[in-house]
């Protein structure tokens, strides 16, 4: 049955009637999906009704992490109340429940950055375990002495740590890309540094602290060029903006939940199959196994010969939710609405007298993500007075040290937007940097 | 313009530091940081006769970390190694006459722990736990 002919027989009325009402409908659709209605969104997100010091809440911490609809709190909430068991073994009904619940968190993550087969989503604790996962078992088996690890100079530490401690380990070598004065990858460096040495390249999406989207597509081929691999740290990107892994042809992703409106603890590394399927386990025990005798064991197929023990199983459930509720806005919008409010955000702050903004000038190029120092006033600082002002920034190192060394600053202050931040509450925070100012001032 | 946390006292402190710079012929000198946010004090006491002679400190950070630590060097002046062995927090809040909260006080105790590890130093003995636990 047509879907005209479903509303005929369903509400009773004629069809020139329903065509007209189809289409009022679908242009109400059209709209809905082409701008955002922010009023709506922050009704659906409990936490900003709180007051901080007496005055509304500003949450402009988002790259550390999001907040989280009521449809995600309450999934979680559901799954303890209504059908909290183990998965993939109970022959129970609340066990078949639980399992059929947390596989469909991970085919809507699949479906969500167009992975090839569900089974190349592994759940994590974190960004930084799917990472870790992939030093440990793709890198212990595959970097030998005096391979190259190239790395950019705009990274997270857990996309740094884990590649220096197997370089020190194999006695391989750890480069790092570095940025122009745009801060953007010097695309000199990376066709310079990787070689034929190279056997992994690992690239942040976007930066935690610039904002930059990197160009990783190009980068990425240029990897493969050369035979290595390549890996993309999508925890800025993901949250932010459709992102295709197979468009961008990476070997690997990683990202976390709790920054794209799920909840924390758990993370997702994406992986080629083909990748996936030669490498040794990572974490083992129960869960991962299909058989063990006092001589050995061996592993269960993809994605479970890596997700050893009892996994985040009410996790798994709100990130579905959670990407379900991002659908539900399209991604497309959440992006543009973000370069709209980072825009309007950047020409703000900029008029600020002493204020130094770092990444990108061009918002096409950067995620709404905005660091920057103001005169004298140490981030920590600042950061406490924005607090008393009920605005939560971050401020420090971001943990980004090595790009702090090179962009020859202690620390920065960082303000990061969401799809429930407003231009007002963007005036809200300006006004409270010109107290700032004004009070370091005397 | 007000500010809770930022009081005129603090920020005078910290934009006019008492006691800041070198002391050549210090008897000793202490240095730490905090690895949370990068703050750095350096002390340099010389000590006479078991009481603080003169002091000078040396840092770089947030308001909070180089005020307190400044307003501290004015305290510990004079004052006898056993006396600032049993300095401690409230002493530090009570120079700065407010509470910055528990993400902002190791902040505030930089200077404190700088301070005792320069008196420990000094005296030859072992640094007590409370002491490695202020930052």
């Known amino acids: ?442 | 313009m007000s500010s809770d946390i930022y009081k005129d006292i603090i920020l005078d402190y910290y934009r006019n530091p008492r006691n800041f710079g070198d002391l050549p012929d210090a008897d000793v000198r202490a240095k730490d940081s905090n690895p949370l946010c990068g703050d750095i004090i350096e002390m340099q006491l010389k000590i006479n006769d078991g009481r603080v002679d003169d002091i000078r400190f040396k840092g770089k950070g947030c308001a909070i970390s180089q005020a307190s630590a400044s307003m501290l060097t004015e305290l510990a002046k004079g004052k006898t190694l056993d006396e600032l062995k049993t300095m401690g927090k409230p002493d530090v809040l009570e120079l700065l006459g407010i509470d910055p909260g528990p993400t902002r006080i190791k902040c505030a105790l930089l200077g404190l722990k700088v301070l005792k590890l320069a008196v420990y130093g000094h005296l030859g003995q072992a640094v007590t736990e409370d002491v490695k636990q202020l930052v």
Not at chain 1, 14 to 24: F, Q, T
Not at chain 1, 355 to 376: E, K, M, Q, T, W
Not at chain 1, 418 to 431: A, G, L, Q, S
């Open chain 1, 1 to 442: 049955m047509t879907y005209l002919g479903q509303l005929e027989s369903l509400y009773h009325i004629e069809a020139d009637n329903l065509l007209h009402k189809h289409i009022s409908r679908e242009l109400a659709l059209v709209e809905e999906l082409t701008s955002i209605n922010v009023t709506r969104i922050r009704e659906d997100f409990p936490i900003l009704k709180r007051q901080v010091n007496d005055k509304p809440l500003v949450y402009f911490d988002n790259a550390a992490t999001s907040q989280k609809p009521r449809v995600v709190i309450d999934a979680i909430d559901r799954y303890y109340r209504e059908y909290n068991a183990n998965i993939h073994r109970g022959i129970h009904k609340l066990a078949e429940e639980a399992t059929v619940a947390y596989e469909e968190g991970r085919e809507k993550v699949a479906k969500f950055v167009n992975a090839k087969r569900t089974k190349e989503i592994i759940f994590t604790r974190n960004a930084t375990e799917s990472l870790n996962l992939v030093a440990y078992s793709w890198g212990r088996a595959n970097i030998g002495k005096g391979d190259k690890i190239v790395l950019t100079i705009m990274e997270h530490h857990s996309n740094i740590v884990p590649w220096q401690l197997l370089a020190e380990e194999k006695g391989a070598k750890v480069e790092f890309v570095k940025i122009d004065e745009a801060g953007e990858l010097r695309q000199d460096e990376v066709h310079e540094l990787i070689d034929e040495r190279t056997k992994i390249v690992c690239v942040a999406h976007a930066s935690n602290v610039l904002g930059t989207i990197n160009p990783v597509k190009e980068i990425g081929r240029v990897a493969h060029r050369y035979g290595a691999m390549f890996l993309i740290d999508a925890a800025q990107s993901v949250p932010h903006m459709a992102v295709d892994v197979r468009d961008i042809d990476c070997d690997f992703a990683a990202f976390s939940g709790h920054k794209m409106l799920g909840p924390t603890g758990i993370g997702v590394l994406y992986g080629k199959s083909e990748q996936l399927e030669g490498m040794p386990p990572f974490l083992s025990g129960g869960e991962m196994i299909r058989e063990v005798h006092t001589t050995g064991a061996s592993w269960k197929d993809l994605p479970y010969k890596f997700e050893a023990g009892t996994p985040n199983i009410s996790g798994a459930i709100g990130l579905g939710t959670a990407v379900d509720y991002l659908c539900g806005i399209g991604m497309r919008n959440v992006h543009d609405y973000e370069k709209e409010i980072t825009s309007y955000a950047l020409d703000r702050i900029k008029h600020v007298e002493g204020v130094v903004i770092y990444g990108p000038v061009d918002v096409a190029h950067r995620v709404g993500v905005v660091s920057f120092n103001l005169g004298d006033i140490h981030p920590h600082d600042l950061a406490s007075i924005l607090d008393e002002e009920g605005i939560a920034i971050r401020s420090g190192h971001q943990c980004a040290q090595p790009l702090m060394e090179f962009l020859q600053v202690p620390a920065t202050s960082r303000a990061s937007f969401y799809i429930y931040n407003t231009k007002e509450e963007v005036d809200v925070f300006v006004d409270a940097l010109e107290k700032a100012r004004k009070l370091f001032a005397r």
